[in-house]
């Protein structure tokens, strides 16, 4: 939509910047333009009637304009190229790893040595769990960020980052970065010139001189962490008020209602992009908009934000992509892809949260059903979007999907949840996986999962127990939940030591800045000597990592893995074993997965229900070659077996 004054203001902003010349200006601007009109309706939505509004707007472009000018060459030219390519992130040639670098190597200089390892793996994408300054002790992992600008000095430099970049770059690796934007900590410089009482400062928070808004707030939010954390607001005794802190005590919530908030974040989001970031995390989205009455989660001024800044990006570095952070049910998580004129122009990526527990539900119960009720939300995704697809990550595991999925399986929701907490925490006797609940609320008796994922599919209390034969099912569990997650579609992102079978790691509770968050069991503290395991085939590690390098491979090698929503559920034919198909033109493979303790059969007919296909099929994970049964015929899947049949040409 063609609009004069704003396009004039535009045009204007970047006549009086040091603007380059050439291709890569004349295409910048012409995205600017392009893309003008929606910016401005998206920052009216939520700010038009601010007293700032038009002082505040026009910063904004030139925060936009400063942004691509300050990008070096090398990473224009990389925008073009993925733009050329489309949709790059969709890609089956892909794979992630996140990780903590201090308990991963040390530090980013030491990181530079490891990405031999990760390469050798297949890991292209290096998502490093957050490396900005937070206070000890009170650092959230590193969600608590007192510098977005400084590298916390335990893993070294700015310049360390940019060097480690540089290293990635020549081994054609992608970054992934994470950004704090719903908090800060209270160490911030923000938060201690508003503790400080300099004007201005105290707008960029939610503070209050009384208890009667917090009261009032605290109606409609839930806690949560309740266990260690409980309500959303603590007592800042500097200035007398009481701020809103909805993760923890030390993490400052930050006030969009302030367009000054914005502009410092939009800042900083170019300032990680021109550091070399392909993919921007964006931590907690969910939570960045309050407003008194409602749960402050999920709300339409949140989704504004993300689609505001989505444009800006789009226009100054449009080789970043952005993912949302939003851990929410499968209902909300597609709003995060954006909606209407929006619809894949919001998130690019988001977590698939619902699917990762999913898993997990099938592997405690030996049942798909749970698992099969709940696609027909997440098929909704709308095309040019995809997941981050995992079975660990840094977090705990929530069973937040919905009631009506677990009933249509059969099952009482209230029942089968707390079945599913009592076997990870290891409370069901007959359960092999050694867990932990992770903040349990005592009023509505819920809770979430910790534990690594060799710990949960039983490989910790097998080794204790030095029987064979349950450390051979508890690593065809690893095997089996990774190949699922893997070949789904998305971006597959393993939690570091998984790879190589690490099962929990205790060390946590003698730290206590750690002590009281059980998630630090599954973020472990690699031992590289351990790791030399890898080369030894009878290791659990060398098992573990030579079993995940398969499934990288053969990843790469099928076009039909990657995401361009070609992915068909089969008819669960038996409830123990899932199924789907992935196409791409004429070529297509089928992912069975047996989630049973027990042999399960399958009838042939299961892979004539979508067309005709070939007599010959090569299983691709054990290069086993089988011939198409008759309909009654079965073929039959060992415990936690699963195999990639693709159809072979007739000779």
Request: net charge negative; charged share 20%; glycine share 8%.
């Amino acid at each position: 939509m063609y609009q004069h004054q704003l396009h004039q203001q535009i045009n204007q902003c970047v006549k009086d910047k040091d603007f380059p010349e050439g291709d890569a200006g004349i295409l910048f601007h012409t995205r600017f333009i392009a893309n003008g009109a929606a910016i401005k309706a998206l920052y009216d939505e939520i700010y038009g009637s601010h007293p700032k509004a038009a002082e505040s707007f026009g910063r904004l472009l030139s925060i936009i304009t400063r942004g691509f000018i300050d990008r070096p060459d090398a990473m224009k030219d990389g925008d073009d190229e993925k733009l050329d390519q489309g949709h790059w992130f969709l890609s089956n040639s892909i794979t992630g790893m996140s990780l903590y670098v201090d308990r991963f190597c040390g530090t980013l200089t030491d990181m530079e040595s490891k990405l031999d390892y990760l390469r050798r793996l297949g890991v292209n994408l290096l998502h490093l769990m957050p490396v900005f300054e937070s206070p000890p002790n009170e650092s959230d992992g590193g969600y608590a960020v007192s510098d977005y600008r400084s590298v916390d000095l335990r893993f070294g430099t700015l310049e360390d980052l940019r060097r480690l970049r540089q290293h990635m770059s020549d081994r054609n690796m992608f970054l992934m970065l994470d950004i704090v934007v719903n908090h800060t900590s209270h160490h911030h410089e923000w938060a201690r010139k508003a503790k400080q009482g300099i004007e201005g400062f105290q707008d960029y928070y939610y503070m209050y001189g009384n208890r009667d808004l917090p009261d009032r707030f605290e109606r409609g939010m839930p806690e949560i962490f309740p266990e260690s954390s409980p309500g959303n607001f603590t007592y800042c005794k500097e200035i007398n008020k009481w701020v809103m802190t909805v993760f923890h005590n030390y993490q400052w919530d930050l006030n969009y209602t302030n367009p000054a908030v914005l502009l410092e974040m939009l800042d900083t989001i170019f300032f990680y992009g021109n550091l070399g970031v392909d993919i921007l995390r964006i931590d907690a989205p969910a939570f960045i908009w309050k407003q008194l009455g409602t749960t402050c989660q999920n709300l339409p001024q949140a989704h504004t934000l993300l689609r505001l800044i989505k444009q800006c990006v789009q226009v100054a570095m449009p080789g970043m992509a952005i993912l949302g952070e939003a851990i929410v049910a499968p209902k909300e998580i597609m709003k995060y892809f954006g909606t209407g004129l929006f619809t894949a122009r919001e998130c690019d990526l988001a977590y698939g949260a619902t699917h990762m527990a999913l898993q997990w539900d099938a592997l405690a119960t030996g049942d798909t059903r749970v698992m099969l009720a709940a696609q027909h939300e997440i098929l909704q995704k709308p095309y040019g979007t995809t997941w981050i697809t995992y079975t660990r990550c840094h977090d705990d595991i929530g069973l937040g999907y919905d009631d009506y999925m677990i009933q249509h399986a059969g099952f009482d929701p209230f029942q089968h949840r707390k079945f599913l907490m009592e076997y990870y925490s290891g409370v069901y006797a007959a359960s092999p996986a050694a867990g932990a609940l992770f903040s349990v609320n005592p009023k509505t008796n819920d809770a979430r999962i910790s534990g690594s994922l060799a710990s949960l599919c039983g490989l910790e209390k097998a080794l204790l127990s030095e029987d064979p034969a349950a450390i051979d099912r508890a690593t065809g569990r690893i095997i089996m939940m990774q190949a699922h997650s893997f070949l789904i579609g998305g971006i597959p992102m393993i939690f570091y030591g998984d790879e190589a079978g690490y099962t929990n790691d205790y060390s946590y509770l003698d730290d206590p800045g750690k002590s009281y968050d059980n998630r630090w069991m599954h973020r472990p503290v690699i031992d590289w000597e351990r790791n030399k395991r890898i080369d030894d085939e009878g290791s659990i590690e060398g098992r573990v990592y030579k079993s995940t390098r398969r499934l990288i491979a053969i990843r790469n090698k099928l076009p039909m893995i990657a995401d361009a929503k070609n992915l068909t559920w089969l008819t669960p034919h038996n409830i123990h074993v899932a199924g789907y198909l992935r196409t791409l033109e004429d070529r297509r493979v089928y992912c069975l997965f047996n989630f049973s303790d027990q042999q399960q059969s399958l009838t042939w007919q299961v892979f004539k229900e979508h067309g005709a296909i070939s007599e010959r099929l090569l299983d691709h994970w054990s290069q086993q070659e089988y011939s198409l049964g008759a309909n009654y015929e079965s073929m039959v899947l060992a415990p936690y077996q699963f195999i990639i049949l693709e159809p072979q040409p007739t000779s």
